[in-house]
């Protein structure tokens, strides 16, 4: 559960906190408030899983993804154009959007490729662990409100959504699009991020939120809505972004026609505290988050014998659309030896937690069973 | 006088923890200072004939992480090379077979070395 900070480096940091504290007369800072590095640039950094305990996550502490070094817009010139399929095409500033009515969701931002390193065989890309993903509330307006601003044409079908970063050298640029009638139905452009203006690193000054989809589909540094009947396409709608219709053989690679575009998050829960040692007939407590591309989450259960009998958690009283639960276990051994325990999440339309997620060569929506071991004394 | 003393003791921890929790609860918990801040780039690719010539290939749009934290077969090395190479990487044709080489000997599928860097949030 302390994956990330290894021994040494805890030590260094406490002491060297510790003599701070001492000579400033204040408490120890809390060291484990840090973020696990995957790349240094363009920056990509997730959360370590034991601070994921919190049903909103601190802005500070939320992963980043880049796929390039970004330029961020300086949000005092920043606008957002909104042309296409429209009756008026428009051009907003920040106080545009901030003069019409707010909308805001809390929900579940996870990047497609969370978990990605936890697929066999061993897939390419940013080998993501367990924390690239968080719980925010999005502040901001609808995406209806400023199509509807704009006069939305009948015949379209697609938001195409583009962003200020710019892909160096000959990398494709990236751009995408959403199914309008999801956008319309929750979207929102959001300039705020739990209460603060929304931060560079997560798309400042505005980005896309897609209640329930994975972060491909939230463009960061939007400035450009575009209705069309027709999908976008190039490298990352036609190749990247793209999932099995249907499982096949680990390790090999799917056709083109055999995927579709990523969208929903599958059912995932995950375990952010367990304890390394407990006794039998003591309880001990288990605690985690789970979320769905559904809108809620029905249960997660806990196992200690690799999914022969299940018990029900606790699900936190905080709920939202598409945000996340956070459960809690109370485990009590009945035997002493080394234990796994398991979880999985039940979402709101039935769908459960698979013990082994889906290959893919891209290692997009890792999602099977979270475990933790347990060393169960008499 | 050792009572007295005791007492002493006693009134200083108590005003130590009593300050101690007022700064407490004014300012949320720091960040460590010396973890790295987020975005710092700190590894660099191992030594030997092929280290200038990925640093020329990679390193213009990425740090080194990206290459390090991979577990890639040669077949698998090979398609990352020429899809780079199409967005612009900058390999000699005659040093593309060692430069596959020597990402397969030192990031190939046993390749356990690389952990993430734990850094601080950036400010």
């Known amino acids: 559960m302390s994956e990330g900070l290894n021994r040494r480096q805890l030590l260094a940091a406490a002491a060297a906190t510790a003599m701070t504290a001492v000579a400033a007369g204040v408490p120890t800072p809390d060291v484990r408030r840090r973020l696990l590095q995957m790349n240094g640039y363009p920056l990509d950094a997730e959360t370590p899983l034991d601070l994921l305990t919190t049903y909103l996550t601190p802005n500070d502490l939320f992963f980043v993804r880049h796929h390039w070094n970004p330029t961020f817009p300086d949000a005092s010139t920043w606008r957002l154009t909104v042309d296409g399929e429209v009756e008026r095409p428009l051009s907003l500033s920040l106080s545009d959007l901030k003069a019409m009515p707010r909308a805001s969701a809390t929900c579940v931002l996870q990047c497609a490729g969370n978990g990605r390193s936890l697929h066999r065989p061993i897939v390419p890309g940013v080998q993501w662990k367990y924390g690239a993903v968080g719980n925010a509330k999005w502040t901001g307006v609808r995406v209806r409100d400023v199509l509807e601003k704009a006069g939305l044409k009948a015949g379209a079908r697609h938001l195409h959504t583009f962003g200020t970063d710019k892909p160096p050298e000959k990398v494709p640029p990236f751009h995408r699009s959403v199914e309008l009638d999801k956008i319309r139905e929750d979207g929102v452009i959001a300039f705020e991020m739990n209460g603060e203006p929304l931060p560079q690193a997560h798309g400042g000054p505005a980005r896309l939120v897609v209640p329930g989809w994975a972060g491909d589909h939230w463009m960061k540094w939007l400035d450009r809505i575009s209705p069309q009947a027709a999908p976008q396409t190039g490298f990352y709608m036609d190749t990247a972004y793209r999932y099995p219709k249907t499982p096949g053989e680990p390790g090999v690679a799917f056709k083109p026609d055999e995927m579709t575009p990523v969208t929903e998050l599958f059912v995932k829960s995950n375990i952010t505290e367990s304890p390394a040692a407990a006794r039998v007939g003591k309880a001990a407590t288990i605690r985690g988050f789970a979320f769905s591309g559904a809108p809620d989450v029905a249960k997660v259960e806990v196992t200690d014998d690799g999914g022969a009998t299940w018990s029900p958690a606790t699900l936190g009283k905080d709920h939202d659309p598409h945000a996340w639960r956070l459960w809690s276990f109370a485990y009590t051994p009945k035997n002493s030896g080394r234990v796994t325990l398991h979880a999985r999440a039940t979402d709101s339309r039935g769908s459960v937690q698979p013990k082994n997620a889906v290959w893919n060569q891209s290692g997009y929506l890792y999602n099977a069973w979270p475990s933790a071991d347990v060393e169960v004394s008499a | ?123």
């Open chain 2, 1 to 123: 006088m050792r009572r007295a003393g005791v007492a002493v003791v006693a009134a200083v921890v108590a005003l130590v923890l009593a300050a101690g929790a007022l700064v407490f609860a004014q300012s949320r918990p720091a960040p460590p200072e010396e973890l790295p801040v987020a975005g710092t780039q700190l590894g660099e690719f191992p030594d030997g004939p092929m280290k200038a010539v990925a640093d020329q290939a990679c390193l213009r749009c990425h740090s080194t992480d990206m290459i390090r934290q991979q577990r890639l077969t040669e077949k698998q090395w090979t398609a990352e090379l020429t899809k780079m190479a199409g967005w612009g990487a900058v390999v000699p044709e005659d040093q593309k077979a060692a430069l596959i080489a020597y990402f397969v000997e030192h990031f190939g599928p046993d390749n356990d070395r690389f952990q993430p860097v734990v850094a601080r949030p950036a400010p």
